[in-house]
């Protein structure tokens, strides 16, 4: 199992501090990979109460493509998006339509290509087994 680092503390990682972990066993009769995906996601996210509500956000038509970043970034939206059942898979990221282009970016958020339009407020994207796409919006 690995942990992610969160940020600087003496204690983070250190011998003799206590440290507290959940888990959670998910009984299924066939593997569902994006199912169980899913359900550790929610496990390790879990809902909390929000000032505002959303008007809408991206609707990922895969079940094997999962969003694990959306935020503010300059004057548009950083969407970071991930394959999560170790398989090719093709999905359609359906947005607002305000936003009007997308730019393939690093992982730090830095713009990696060309922004290209936008159609119809509907992004076609291919993923590779777990491969890791991150957009900039405009």
């Known amino acids: 199992a690995a942990m992610e680092y ?3 503390s003496a ?3 250190a011998d003799d501090v206590p440290h507290t972990f959940e888990y959670a066993v998910m009984p299924h009769a066939k593997p569902d990979f994006a ?6 996601i ?3 996210l879990p809902l909390s109460q929000a000032d505002a ?9 895969s079940r ?9 970034h300059g004057k548009g939206i950083l969407l970071r998006l991930y394959e999560a059942t170790g398989k090719a898979a093709a999905t359609t990221v359906t947005l607002d339509l305000r936003f009007q282009t997308v730019t393939l970016a690093d992982g730090l ?11 119809g407020g509907k992004l076609n994207l291919n993923f ?3 491969e890791i796409k991150t957009l900039l919006l405009q």
């Open 11 to 13: 204690d983070s990682f």
């Open 128 to 130: 590779k087994a777990f």
């Open 53 to 61: 509500i959303p008007t809408c956000g991206p609707i990922v038509s």
């Open 109 to 119: 958020g830095n713009a990696a290509g060309t922004p290209e339009t936008i159609a």
């Open 64 to 72: 094997q493509v999962a969003l694990s970043a959306l935020r503010p």
């Open 42 to 44: 929610l496990l390790n």
């Open 6 to 8: 969160k940020g600087p």
């Open 35 to 40: 199912e169980t995906v899913k359900a550790g």
